[in-house]
C-alpha cells in the first residue's frame, strides 16, 4: 500500500525555504558586525586549534600548549573546511557559519518526526516552526561553536529512542543505530552526559523484567566504542578525561564566591537562588522568542487556564496519553543541563542553552495540542486550519520582533574591540609591543586568530597550565614563568585575577593603552607585566 503524503511535513518544508534563506544572510553578514552580534571569542579557540592541527602544532591554541578544550566532533567538520580553504582567514569561518546554520534548519525536519510520533502531525508542525522561527535557534547557531551540531544528533537520538521504546520486537541494528547516535551526541558536547543517563534510566524503567541489560549492552557498547578513542587521546594528551576549560572555568566562579563567603552560609543560597532567578529570565523565558516577558507570561497564563477550563468542563486530558512519559527523558536531560550550569557551573553562555529552545518546542506542542484537540476537535476543518494558522502566525511574528532586536544589540558588542585590538597586535602598531614580546588575554580567540603571533590563553578554557597556578595563588609567577609580558582584556577582568595572585599583581601592571567598548562591558586595556 502506497504511503499517503504528509501535507504538515510539505508545509514545514516550504517554510524551511525562508527559514535558511533568513539564516543564510545573517551568517554572511558583514563580518565586523557578525563579530559584534553573534559570532563568540569562544567559536576563534576552535578556529585556531583546527588551523594549528592541520599545521603539524596537534591540538593547541597557541601553537605550544596542547589543549582538550574543545568538543571533537565540531573540530572534525572545522578540519576540511579550513584545509581546503584556510589560506584565507575570514572564508572559511563564513563557511562553518552557512554549515552550522544549515543544520540548524534540517533539524526542524527531525523535531516535526519526533513530535509527530510523540503527539501528532498538527504539534509536530507548531513545533518545527517554533524551533525555525525562535530567533535564538538561528542567533545561538552564528556563535560558531558546536550548539547546532548538538542539538541535530539530540533531536536524532531522541527520534530514534522514540521509536526504539515503541518496538517489538527489538532488531539488534536498531539498538547498535541507538548507540552510535548517543555516541556522536556525546562527542558533539559533552554535557550530553546527563541526556545519555536520562536515556539509560528510561530504557532501564521501560525494560525491567525484559532482559533490559542484555537489551542495553549493544546500546552501551557502541555508544563507547564511538566516544573511546576521543577519552583515551583527551587523557594521554592533556592528563584529564573531561575538557580543562570546564574543571578552570568553575574553579574560577566559585572561588570569587568563597572569598568573602563559605558554603556553609546562608549567602550561598541567596547567591545561588538570585543565578536561579536571573537566568530563569535570561535563559528560559527569553529563549521561548518573545521580545517583552510580560507578554509571554500572559500568553502562557491564558493558555493554562483554557486547558484547565477544558478539562473541568469536557473532562478532555489535557496532554495526549503517555505524551509526557515519553518525552520525559528529554525533557528531564535538558532540565539536568540547565540546572547544572544555572546551579552548580556557575557559569552560562547562550550556547549551553540550544537544546533548551528545543525543549521549548516540544513544551509548546504539547500545550497546542492540549487546545487543539480539547477546545477545536469539534469545529470544522476549515476553523482547524485557521487556528493552526493564526497560532503559528502569532509566535512567528512575536519571534520576528526578538530577532530584529536580538540582531541590533547582539550577545557581545564589546568584542569589536577584541578585533581592533588584534589588528593593532598584527600591524605592530603599538610601539612598546615588539614582535618578539608574549602576549596573554583570557578572551583571546579573536586575538589569537588575528593577532599574527603567539597570544597565550589566560582563563585556562584552552590552557590546562593556568588552573594549577591559580589553586596556588600564584597567577603573576605563572606569567612570569610563561614569559607573558602584555595583558589585553577587559580592565574588569585584569583587576579581578588578585584574587588568585600574588599581593603584587596590582602595582606589577602598568597601564600602555586603551580600546573603548561600551560602558557596561569595560574598556579593553593593554598592559605591560613587570
Same mark, same amino acid.
Given at each position: 500500500m502506497k504511503k499517503r503524503t504528509d501535507p504538515y511535513l510539505i508545509v514545514l518544508l516550504l517554510a524551511m525555504i525562508p527559514a535558511l534563506w533568513v539564516r543564510v544572510r545573517l551568517a554572511t553578514a558583514p563580518f565586523q558586525?557578525?563579530?559584534?552580534?553573534? !559570532? +563568540?571569542?569562544?567559536?576563534?579557540?576552535?578556529? &585556531? /586549534? *583546527? #588551523?594549528?592541527?592541520?599545521?603539524g602544532n596537534g591540538a593547541s591554541f597557541d601553537g605550544v600548549i596542547p589543549t582538550n578544550g574543545f568538543h571533537p566532533l565540531y573540530m572534525l567538520v572545522l578540519l576540511p573546511i579550513f584545509g581546503a580553504l584556510g589560506g584565507d582567514p575570514i572564508v572559511p569561518i563564513y563557511v562553518a557559519l552557512i554549515l552550522l546554520s544549515a543544520t540548524n534548519a534540517v533539524t526542524a525536519?527531525?523535531?516535526?518526526?519526533?513530535?509527530?510520533?510523540? /503527539?501528532?502531525? #498538527?504539534? *509536530? @508542525?507548531? *513545533?518545527?516552526?517554533?524551533?525555525? $522561527?525562535?530567533?535564538? +535557534?538561528?542567533?545561538?547557531?552564528?556563535?560558531?561553536? =558546536? *550548539?547546532?551540531?548538538?542539538?541535530l544528533f539530540l533531536s536524532a537520538a531522541a527520534l530514534s529512542h522514540l521509536r526504539l521504546t515503541r518496538s517489538d520486537p527489538i532488531k539488534t541494528s536498531a539498538l547498535i543505530r541507538h548507540g552510535l547516535l548517543l555516541g556522536l551526541l556525546f562527542l558533539s558536547r559533552t554535557d550530553s552526559v546527563f541526556i545519555l543517563a536520562a536515556v539509560i534510566i528510561d530504557l532501564l524503567i521501560l525494560w525491567r523484567g525484559k532482559g533490559?541489560?542484555?537489551?542495553? !549492552? %549493544?546500546?552501551? &557498547?557502541?555508544?563507547?566504542?564511538?566516544? @573511546? %578513542?576521543? !577519552? /583515551?587521546w583527551s587523557l594521554v594528551r592533556t592528563g584529564s578525561l573531561v575538557q580543562i576549560s570546564g574543571k578552570t572555568l568553575m574553579f574560577r566562579s566559585h572561588t570569587q564566591f568563597l572569598e568573602s563567603h563559605s558554603y556553609a552560609s546562608t549567602d550561598l543560597l541567596r547567591h545561588v537562588g538570585g543565578l536561579a532567578i536571573r537566568n530563569l529570565d535570561a535563559f528560559l523565558l527569553r529563549l521561548c522568542g518573545f521580545q517583552n516577558t510580560q507578554v509571554l507570561l500572559l500568553v502562557v497564563g491564558v493558555c493554562i487556564g483554557v486547558l484547565l477550563a477544558i478539562r473541568a468542563t469536557l473532562g478532555n486530558r489535557i496532554f495526549p496519553e503517555g505524551a509526557l512519559r515519553r518525552s520525559a527523558f528529554l525533557l528531564l536531560g535538558v532540565a539536568a543541563i540547565w540546572l547544572f550550569y544555572v546551579l552548580v557551573f556557575w557559569q552560562v553562555k547562550p550556547w549551553y542553552f540550544l537544546s533548551t529552545v528545543l525543549a521549548l518546542a516540544v513544551l509548546w506542542a504539547l500545550i497546542f495540542h492540549g487546545l487543539d484537540t480539547g477546545y477545536l476537535a469539534r469545529k470544522r476543518p476549515a476553523i482547524r486550519v485557521i487556528a493552526l494558522a493564526v497560532w503559528i502566525a502569532f509566535f512567528a511574528a512575536c519571534h520576528w520582533e526578538r530577532g530584529v532586536a536580538l540582531w541590533k544589540g547582539?550577545?557581545?558588542?564589546?568584542? +569589536?574591540?577584541?578585533?581592533?585590538?588584534?589588528?593593532?597586535? #598584527?600591524g605592530n602598531k603599538l610601539p612598546r609591543i615588539q614582535q618578539g614580546d608574549l602576549v596573554g588575554a583570557f578572551n583571546a580567540g579573536i586575538l589569537g586568530y588575528f593577532g599574527n603571533r603567539r597570544i597565550v590563553n589566560l582563563d585556562g578554557v584552552v590552557n590546562d597550565r593556568v588552573l594549577p597556578a591559580m589553586r596556588q595563588k600564584r597567577f603573576l609567577g605563572y606569567l612570569h614563568d610563561e614569559g607573558v609580558r602584555y595583558l589585553v582584556d577587559h580592565e574588569g577582568l585584569i583587576d579581578e585575577y588578585a584574587i588568585w595572585s600574588e599581593e603584587s599583581? &596590582? =602595582? $606589577? @601592571? #602598568?597601564?600602555v593603552a586603551r580600546f573603548p567598548t561600551a560602558p557596561f562591558a569595560g574598556d579593553v586595556t593593554v598592559v605591560e607585566v613587570r
Open positions: 558586525k557578525l563579530v559584534a552580534t553573534f !559570532l +563568540s571569542d569562544d567559536a576563534f579557540y576552535y578556529f &585556531g /586549534i *583546527a #588551523r594549528n592541527i592541520l599545521a525536519v527531525l523535531v516535526y518526526l519526533f513530535v509527530r510520533e510523540l /503527539i501528532d502531525r #498538527r504539534a *509536530a @508542525l507548531v *513545533a518545527a516552526v517554533f524551533w525555525l $522561527s525562535n530567533p535564538y +535557534s538561528a542567533a545561538i547557531t552564528l556563535t560558531g561553536v =558546536e *550548539a547546532a551540531l548538538v542539538c533490559a541489560l542484555r537489551r542495553l !549492552l %549493544p546500546v552501551l &557498547g557502541t555508544a563507547l566504542a564511538a566516544t @573511546l %578513542p576521543w !577519552l /583515551i547582539g550577545f557581545h558588542p564589546w568584542q +569589536s574591540a577584541y578585533l581592533d585590538a588584534a589588528f593593532v597586535l #598584527r599583581y &596590582g =602595582e $606589577s @601592571l #602598568r597601564f
